[in-house]
Nanobody, 131 residues
């Protein structure tokens, strides 16, 4: 079965950290650029981080720049999102997406929309930041 599977979400206190994983099954991630998105209750989905398929170029939304880091391990067919200095406003369902065209992911960073379309989406993992 061809799919992306996110994991690593949970409940964390403000100022805490998490590492989210996005693992591919049924296909190889190497040719794909990967993006992380999040959706808070009642809001559109927001593009927050992406990484290219070629040279590891990354882009971030201003809302997470300096706190979140995206990385990839093609040998493990997995992309990661390291979340540091978490704030209550980071509470959301976090999704990863894969697309052959990096520019379409990069152009979504900092954008909120309900019409993002990419080759593959994961099912999401919940992150809750609360004391």
């Amino acid at each position: 079965q061809v799919q992306l599977v996110e994991s690593g979400g949970g409940v964390v206190q403000p100022g805490g950290s998490l590492r989210l994983s996005c693992a591919a099954s049924g296909f190889t991630l190497e040719p794909y650029a990967i993006g992380w998105f999040r959706q808070a209750p009642g809001k559109d989905r927001e593009g927050i981080a992406c990484i290219s398929n070629s040279d590891g170029t990354t882009f971030y939304a201003d809302s997470v720049k300096g706190r979140f880091t995206i990385s990839r391990d093609n040998a493990k067919n997995t992309v990661y999102l390291h979340l540091n200095s978490l704030k209550p406003e980071d509470t959301a369902v976090y999704y990863c997406a894969a697309d052959l065209h990096f520019i379409t992911l990069a152009s979504a960073m900092g954008v909120m929309s309900d019409t993002f379309e990419y080759d593959y989406w994961g099912q999401g993992t919940q992150v809750t930041v609360s004391s």
